[in-house]
């Protein structure tokens, strides 16, 4: 008869600390949070903070310098027009930069932007900003401009100031590989400060579901420390304000 063999080791899992990983994370995550809360002082006004950034000059034309210098220094394509030569400045540049197939948001200045540069025809694609209308995203996609207004223009940083709500959604500005931005004198504003303050104003408490700050095109330095622009959104930034 086969002798039967002695029953082997019985393997006996070892108790969990936490009842799963999860559990684990999120405690640290509240700790982290908590430590975090005890050691940071009081918020403080936003112009508690101007002491700390660059200055900026009062006038309008210090302020307008001052973005004209940061445009330089992050690549970003600045030209201020008055309204009477916005459709020739507009056509110029579509000219220099080859564009053929714009997509552009409903707003008035936007598209009268559009109508500048004489590409507002059968392959033009126009985004309703209410959301009522879908768009085709894969024709987004294929467009190699996209037109928006801003909130605001920040001359400390040479930053462009964009909403979900105010600049045809969130796709707009990020997906064609140039980002074309028209903007009124009156939304060259001095400071981060002054910037956060007007969208308070402007909002309330019913701010968009994305408020953002675009400083120059896309670009990352993650590779070998080589700054590759277009690395997440539009290779190109071009901002033309329009003086009265």
């Not at 799963?20 to 640290?28: H, P, Q």
């Not at 000059?57 to 394509?77: D, K, M, P, Q, Y």
């Not at 605001?152 to 462009?160: D, I, K, R, Y």
């Amino acid at each position: 008869m086969p002798t039967a063999r002695p029953a082997g080791p019985t393997s006996v899992p070892m108790p969990s600390p936490v009842p799963d990983d999860r559990d684990l994370i999120f405690r640290r995550i509240r700790e982290a949070l908590q430590a975090r809360r005890e050691q940071v002082a009081p918020h403080r006004d936003a112009a508690a903070y101007r002491s700390l950034l660059p200055v900026v000059g009062e006038s309008f034309e210090a302020r307008v310098e001052r973005f004209r210098e940061w445009s330089e220094r992050l690549n970003t394509e600045f030209l201020v027009c008055t309204r009477a030569d916005l459709p020739a400045t507009l056509a110029g540049l579509a000219r220099t930069h080859g564009w053929s197939r714009p997509a552009c948001h409903g707003a008035g200045l936007a598209l009268d932007a559009l109508a500048a540069t004489g590409l507002d025809d059968e392959r033009a694609l126009h985004i309703d900003d209410s959301g009522a209308h879908p768009y085709d995203k894969d024709a987004l996609e294929a467009c190699d401009l996209g037109i928006t207004t801003c909130v605001a223009l920040v001359a400390q940083t040479g930053s462009v100031l964009l909403t979900s709500r105010d600049s045809g959604g969130r796709a707009l500005s990020v997906l064609p590989p140039h980002h074309l931005v028209v903007a009124t004198a009156d939304q060259m504003l001095p400071d981060l400060p002054a910037t956060m303050a007007f969208v308070r104003e402007r909002y309330g408490s019913a701010l968009p579901s994305l408020v953002t700050l675009h400083t120059g095109p896309s670009r990352t330095g993650d590779i070998e420390r080589t700054i590759v622009l277009g690395a997440h959104g539009p290779k190109k930034l071009t901002v033309v304000l329009i003086t009265p």
